[in-house]
């Protein structure tokens, strides 16, 4: 597909930053200054739906996502993690792994709903402090898949 934002293997500063890469997939935390430690794993090649992955990628893949979800919990320490494979606006196979929190701007609805409240700028602050140990956990959550 043609001009898919995810198959661009370019990522800039403030879109977020890659976390970690192998041969099929990639773990990009992304950056969302509502939702500190927002996690995306994207599939490198472009596929669209997950049956399209062999048996063994979907297990690899999924791996990476709770893999992912565990250092976000471990880290965060949110009361909710969002789980999310849409892909109705980009078609290219990716999993985004959302801390949730019962003040953040979105809460109850999804993070692409309409902001419902304001998270005080000391709690934000306070977050994006903790993700700063995202990447070294999810990069060691990983190295214990192999």
Not at 23 to 48: A, E, T
Not at 79 to 89: F, Y
Not at 106 to 129: H, N
Request: proline share 6%; aromatic share 8%.
């Amino acid at each position: 597909m043609k001009n898919c934002i995810l198959c661009a293997d370019s990522l800039k500063p403030e879109e977020g930053e890659l976390i970690w890469r192998g041969d099929d997939c990639r773990v990009i935390l992304v950056n969302d200054p509502d939702l500190p430690g927002f996690c995306r794993v994207i599939w490198n090649g472009h596929v669209s739906e997950m049956s399209e992955l062999t048996f063994g990628e979907r297990d690899m893949f999924m791996a990476l996502v709770f893999a992912v979800e565990g250092a976000v919990r471990h880290v965060m320490q949110p009361a909710k993690v969002n789980l999310a494979s849409l892909g109705n606006q980009v078609p290219h196979l990716h999993w985004h792994v959302i801390p949730r929190y019962q003040d953040d701007a979105f809460f109850p609805g999804s993070a692409w709903s309409v902001k419902v409240q304001q998270t005080p700028s000391s709690i934000l602050e306070a977050r994006k402090q903790k993700a700063q140990a995202l990447p070294t956990a999810i990069r060691a959550a990983i190295s214990q898949l192999h």
